[in-house]
C-alpha cells in the first residue's frame, strides 16, 4: 500500500506544477470551452483516452496486492439535430497491458498485451434551458477480447442519464442495465451499471470532480462502487485544445472474492472539429 500511496502523490505533485505553469496561458474563453467538455452530452468532438491503474483484494489466495494496467479509447463525435438535441455514438475500445488472471493452481497470473470487450452507446440527449440534463438510449457489449479468460457476451439493454449543468457545478448520473442475448443458460449477464460524475470550475478552464463507474451483478448480488476525486483543466497545443485530467477512485464496495480497490485514472482529451456541426 505505501508504494501506491507514492505514486499517488508523485501524480498529484506533478499535476499541480503542471497546472500551475498552464494558469499562467489562459486563453480567453477557456471557461467555457471546459464547462462544455465536462458536460456528457455536450456537442463537442473529442478524442478520449484514458490510462487506468488498478489495485486489487479478496479471498482467493494471493488476491491483495494484484494489479492491473488498460488503456480505454473513446471518440465521441455528437451530431447535433436541432432544438439542442444531440445524437450521441461513443465506441470504448479497451486495450489490456496486464490484468491479473486466477488459475485455480498456482494463483494469479499476467494476462499480458490484449484487446477487451468493445461496448458502445447511441443515445440522445439534452439540456433545458433552466440546466436540466437528460440522455436516454441504448447501450451494447461485443464479445471482442482476444483472450477467453476475459470475453463477454453480446449484451444489450436500456440507458439513462440526468443531472444538472451551470457554471457553478455539472454533477449528474448514468444508469445502464445490460442482459445477454446467449441461449447459454449458464452464463447469464444481468448488470446495472453506470457512472456518477461531479465537476466544478474553479477557473481559467481548471475543475475539480470526478466520473467513477459503479455496478451491481443481478446474478452474483455483487457490488462494486468506487468514491473518488480528481482535477482536470484545459490548455491547447498550437491551435487544438486538448484536455487533461488525473482521478483517484477508492472502491467503498467490492466483490468478497475478487475486487478493485483503488483506481488511478489519467485522462487525455484532444478536441477535434465536428464533421458535421456547420452542415
Not at 169 to 186: K, M
Request: glycine share 10%; hydrophobic share 40%.
Amino acid at each position: 500500500m505505501k508504494k501506491y500511496i507514492i505514486l499517488i502523490s508523485i501524480l498529484l505533485f506533478s499535476f499541480v506544477v503542471f497546472a500551475q505553469e498552464e494558469e499562467q496561458k489562459a486563453e480567453p474563453g477557456i471557461d467555457e470551452l471546459a464547462q462544455k467538455l465536462n458536460n456528457p452530452i455536450a456537442a463537442i468532438g473529442t478524442m478520449n483516452t484514458f490510462i487506468d491503474f488498478k489495485t486489487y483484494k479478496g479471498s482467493l489466495p494471493d488476491a491483495d496486492g494484484q494489479t492491473g494496467w488498460s488503456l480505454t479509447f473513446q471518440p465521441s463525435l455528437p451530431k447535433p439535430l436541432g432544438k439542442g438535441i444531440n445524437l450521441l455514438f461513443r465506441p470504448a475500445i479497451p486495450v489490456i497491458f496486464s490484468q491479473p488472471v486466477y488459475n485455480g493452481v498456482d494463483g494469479f497470473e499476467s494476462s499480458g498485451f490484449q484487446l477487451g470487450n468493445i461496448s458502445f452507446d447511441l443515445a440522445l440527449g439534452h439540456v433545458t434551458k433552466k440546466g436540466f440534463l437528460v440522455m436516454g438510449g441504448l447501450i451494447c457489449g461485443l464479445p471482442t477480447a482476444t483472450s477467453e479468460e476475459f470475453r463477454g457476451q453480446f449484451t444489450l439493454g436500456p440507458e439513462l442519464a440526468l443531472g444538472y449543468v451551470s457554471k457553478k457545478v455539472i454533477a449528474g448520473a448514468l444508469f445502464t442495465q445490460s442482459w445477454d442475448l446467449s441461449d447459454d443458460p449458464t452464463r447469464k449477464t444481468n448488470v446495472l451499471g453506470g457512472q456518477y460524475f461531479y465537476f466544478f470550475p474553479i477557473g481559467n478552464g481548471r475543475s475539480i470532480g470526478a466520473a467513477p463507474n459503479y455496478s451491481y451483478n443481478w446474478e452474483t448480488e455483487e457490488l462494486s462502487f468506487p468514491i473518488g476525486i480528481g482535477y482536470s483543466a484545459v490548455t491547447s497545443f498550437g491551435e487544438m485544445p486538448f484536455k487533461y485530467g488525473l482521478q483517484v477512485m477508492y472502491s467503498v464496495a467490492t466483490p468478497d472474492s475478487f475486487g478493485q480497490v483503488w483506481q488511478i485514472r489519467l485522462q487525455l482529451s484532444p478536441v477535434v472539429k465536428l464533421p458535421w456541426k456547420n452542415k
